[in-house]
């Protein structure tokens, strides 16, 4: 069983989220303060049997801020489930909660308690006088599936059965939150993976009554011991002669009482690698141990699903990245994505959104009114599944930054990665980070599929196009492309979030206005290219002088651009642009096409 959707009305920072989760691995992304563990909470307090009842007695900072609660109204959580069918005990527990086939859904409401809504409709209290103290919770489970929990009103009463936390035990919800103390974690006999995964071995009472016999012997042998018996001793003599006769009290030092719960609080994890042998976790970096803490965990509930007697199990991480290198965190990801039990997790990153595959991201992006806009980017009606595959590929731990960027500048290649931030920061002295920009290299001209990704539903936020007027790719030749058969329409992918500006040539042909030939000369200078730099030198004098007409500057220009363009196909384009890069303090301006991107990405 697995949860299938997520709907949320006025908790947090939602007024409204409803999100379909595709598959066993959910993977929520988004800028700080879009509501990610919001989600992961909504859950848990529809789900999660463990969470305390006062958290499900909402505080007012977890109702949204447009929300005036003295007007009647709700908070609504609702999370629906599929994969049940067939599963005896998962459809005993969700037989009342069902919609349709193979579909039940689970929901929570806090509004006003029944007492004060009859008041309300008797008129014997008004509305626009309530106060918090006015609601209540409840969770109810089912209803008329005709009815879609997103258009449920505050006073709409008999909607589900009433559900009772007992139905609930048999399903395990496990969250592991961001700030997780991991060693502490593993000490609490309450909290412990380890504890859970030596009791599903379910040890036969002869072997715990011979493991008690053990401890029990031991604690013998070392309160015999001489020293050991004059330190208690000493102990003993000095408690009493403190606490006085009325009070006194026989002391002795030894292990912890010889029962079997004993032994399992006592049992440590030892661990040994190629420098240390048998050391405890606590040696351990955080980013070890929390692989040590999932690992224990997932062999736990292998064997809980593999025992039969269980509901369904959920995993809730909280960005599970945490203190990881990155080739851990792929590996990491790769163990959650094939144990067979739903996790849902949020990220924040790059590492881990190119390894999942694109129908598990949900993305949540704060809009211009602060409200949130969240969607299942698989789920983008534009995109054919062969898009997809092609998005998969493309997103790799560089690219996925877009999908965390409040704003995005997407650009052909490396030249442009190198030169235009520097320019920028030059120029505008500003960072494109500082303001929110990621600048994201597609490495060819295939916009189309990208620009898919920037619509209603999917990744709401600002899109630049900045790429060269002719859209020839670097490596092709006048054999194998025809611009007029081949060239796509840039202009067609614009809508509410994409803008396209394109130069009128190549990118380094643009880059040759008067402000921007100091950086070239200094660049070629760098590169030891001496002719290069003399004329560009000599050109720059020409142009600064004034006396040119118009066509002779025009001409001079085209000349220069095409020592520019032939410089760095020398050198690579790449590494041009990387040298050019080091002078961008020589630049004064922006070629005229990537001023108006970056103007209209910070308005």
Same mark, same amino acid.
């Given at each position: 069983?697995?949860?299938?959707?997520?709907?949320?009305?006025?908790?947090?920072?939602?007024?409204?989220?409803?999100?379909?989760?595709?598959?066993?691995?959910?993977?929520?992304?988004?800028?700080?303060?879009?509501?990610?563990?919001?989600?992961?909470?909504?859950?848990?307090?529809?789900?999660?049997?463990? !969470?305390? =009842?006062? +958290?499900?007695?909402? /505080?007012?900072?977890?109702?949204?801020?447009?929300? &005036?609660?003295?007007? $009647?109204? %709700?908070?609504?959580?609702?999370?629906?489930?599929?994969?049940?069918?067939?599963?005896?005990?998962?459809?005993?527990?969700?037989?009342?909660?069902?919609?349709?086939?193979?579909?039940?859904?689970?929901?929570?409401?806090?509004?006003?308690?029944?007492?004060?809504?009859?008041?309300?409709?008797?008129?014997?209290?008004?509305?626009?006088?309530?106060?918090?103290?006015?609601?209540?919770?409840?969770?109810?489970?089912?209803?008329?599936?005709?009815?879609?929990?997103?258009?449920?009103?505050?006073?709409?009463?008999?909607?589900?059965?009433?559900?009772?936390?007992?139905? !609930?035990? =048999?399903? +395990?919800?496990?969250? /592991?939150?961001?700030?997780?103390?991991?060693?502490? &974690?593993?000490?609490? $006999?309450? %909290?412990?993976?380890?504890?859970?995964?030596?009791?599903?071995?379910?040890?036969?009472?002869?072997?715990?009554?011979?493991?008690?016999?053990?401890?029990?012997?031991?604690?013998?042998?070392?309160?015999?011991?001489?020293?050991?018996?004059?330190?208690?001793?000493?102990?003993?003599?000095?408690?009493?002669?403190?606490?006085?006769?009325?009070?006194?009290?026989?002391?002795?030092?030894?292990?912890?009482?010889?029962?079997?719960?004993?032994?399992?609080?006592?049992?440590?994890?030892?661990?040994?690698?190629?420098?240390?042998?048998?050391?405890?976790?606590?040696?351990?970096?955080?980013?070890?141990?929390?692989?040590?803490?999932?690992?224990?965990?997932?062999?736990?509930?292998?064997?809980?699903?593999?025992?039969?007697?269980?509901?369904?199990?959920?995993?809730?991480?909280?960005?599970?990245?945490?203190?990881?290198?990155?080739?851990?965190?792929?590996?990491?990801?790769?163990?959650?994505?094939?144990?067979?039990?739903?996790?849902?997790?949020?990220?924040?990153?790059?590492?881990?959104?190119?390894?999942?595959?694109?129908?598990?991201?949900?993305?949540?992006?704060?809009?211009?009114?602060?409200?949130?806009?969240?969607?299942?980017?698989?789920?983008?009606?534009?995109?054919?599944?062969?898009?997809?595959?092609?998005?998969?590929?493309?997103?790799?731990?560089?690219?996925?930054?877009?999908?965390?960027?409040?704003?995005?500048?997407?650009?052909?290649?490396?030249?442009?990665?190198?030169?235009?931030?520097?320019?920028?920061?030059?120029?505008?002295?500003?960072?494109?980070?500082?303001?929110?920009?990621?600048?994201?290299?597609?490495?060819?001209?295939?916009?189309?599929?990208?620009?898919?990704?920037?619509?209603?539903?999917?990744?709401?936020?600002?899109?630049?196009?900045?790429?060269?007027?002719?859209?020839?790719?670097?490596?092709?030749?006048?054999?194998?492309?025809?611009?007029?058969?081949?060239?796509?329409?840039?202009?067609?992918?614009?809508?509410?979030?994409?803008?396209?500006?394109?130069?009128?040539?190549?990118?380094?042909?643009?880059?040759?206005?008067?402000?921007?030939?100091?950086?070239?000369?200094?660049?070629?200078?760098?590169?030891?290219?001496?002719?290069?730099?003399?004329?560009?030198?000599?050109?720059?004098?020409?142009?600064?002088?004034?006396?040119?007409?118009?066509?002779?500057?025009?001409?001079?220009?085209?000349?220069?651009?095409?020592?520019?363009?032939?410089?760095?196909?020398?050198?690579?384009?790449?590494?041009?642009?990387?040298?050019?890069?080091?002078?961008?303090?020589?630049?004064?301006?922006?070629?005229?096409?990537?001023?108006?991107?970056?103007?209209?990405?910070?308005?």
């Amino acid at each position: 069983m697995r949860v299938a959707r997520i709907v949320i009305k006025n908790f947090r920072t939602f007024q409204r989220l409803d999100v379909n989760v595709e598959n066993d691995l959910c993977c929520i992304i988004g800028e700080n303060n879009t509501g990610k563990t919001a989600i992961l909470r909504a859950i848990q307090i529809c789900l999660d049997i463990s !969470l305390p =009842s006062t +958290l499900r007695s909402l /505080l007012r900072e977890d109702i949204n801020a447009n929300v &005036d609660i003295s007007i $009647p109204t %709700q908070v609504l959580i609702g999370v629906e489930l599929t994969g049940f069918e067939g599963i005896v005990n998962e459809e005993a527990l969700v037989s009342t909660w069902k919609t349709g086939t193979d579909r039940a859904r689970i929901f929570y409401r806090f509004r006003p308690k029944p007492g004060v809504r009859e008041q309300l409709a008797s008129g014997a209290i008004q509305s626009g006088s309530l106060t918090l103290d006015d609601y209540a919770w409840e969770i109810r489970g089912g209803g008329n599936p005709a009815i879609d929990l997103l258009d449920l009103e505050w006073n709409e009463d008999g909607v589900g059965e009433a559900v009772r936390f007992a139905d !609930l035990q =048999s399903f +395990l919800v496990i969250h /592991l939150p961001a700030l997780r103390d991991v060693e502490g &974690d593993l000490r609490n $006999p309450r %909290q412990s993976p380890l504890i859970k995964l030596i009791e599903s071995f379910e040890i036969p009472k002869e072997e715990q009554e011979e493991l008690i016999q053990i401890l029990d012997e031991a604690n013998n042998l070392i309160a015999k011991s001489k020293t050991i018996s004059d330190v208690a001793q000493a102990i003993d003599s000095r408690f009493k002669d403190v606490s006085g006769p009325a009070f006194e009290m026989g002391a002795k030092l030894g292990l912890s009482a010889a029962t079997f719960r004993a032994i399992l609080r006592n049992l440590k994890l030892i661990l040994s690698d190629t420098s240390l042998q048998e050391f405890e976790p606590g040696r351990n970096g955080l980013g070890m141990n929390n692989i040590l803490y999932i690992s224990i965990l997932i062999e736990y509930l292998k064997r809980r699903i593999a025992g039969g007697n269980s509901s369904g199990q959920l995993i809730l991480i909280e960005e599970p990245e945490a203190h990881l290198h990155p080739q851990l965190q792929y590996s990491l990801i790769s163990a959650l994505n094939s144990i067979g039990v739903q996790t849902v997790l949020t990220s924040h990153s790059t590492h881990v959104t190119s390894q999942v595959p694109l129908k598990t991201i949900v993305s949540l992006t704060k809009r211009g009114d602060a409200s949130i806009a969240a969607g299942n980017l698989a789920l983008n009606a534009k995109l054919t599944s062969g898009e997809i595959s092609d998005l998969e590929r493309y997103l790799d731990s560089t690219k996925s930054s877009l999908l965390y960027a409040r704003k995005v500048m997407l650009v052909e290649g490396a030249a442009e990665l190198f030169l235009i931030p520097a320019l920028i920061e030059s120029v505008h002295k500003v960072k494109l980070e500082r303001v929110g920009i990621s600048l994201t290299p597609i490495h060819g001209v295939h916009f189309d599929v990208y620009a898919k990704l920037f619509a209603h539903g999917s990744l709401e936020k600002k899109c630049a196009i900045v790429a060269d007027a002719d859209l020839i790719p670097s490596d092709a030749t006048a054999l194998d492309f025809n611009p007029d058969d081949s060239a796509p329409d840039l202009m067609a992918l614009e809508n509410d979030f994409v803008q396209v500006f394109l130069g009128a040539t190549t990118f380094e042909r643009e880059l040759t206005t008067k402000g921007l030939l100091p950086m070239h000369i200094a660049a070629a200078e760098a590169l030891g290219a001496p002719k290069i730099h003399e004329a560009l030198s000599s050109g720059y004098a020409k142009l600064c002088s004034g006396s040119l007409q118009l066509d002779d500057e025009v001409k001079l220009r085209v000349e220069l651009g095409g020592a520019v363009l032939n410089t760095a196909k020398r050198f690579g384009k790449a590494r041009y642009a990387q040298v050019a890069a080091r002078f961008a303090d020589h630049a004064n301006e922006l070629p005229e096409y990537i001023q108006q991107a970056f103007e209209w990405l910070s308005e």
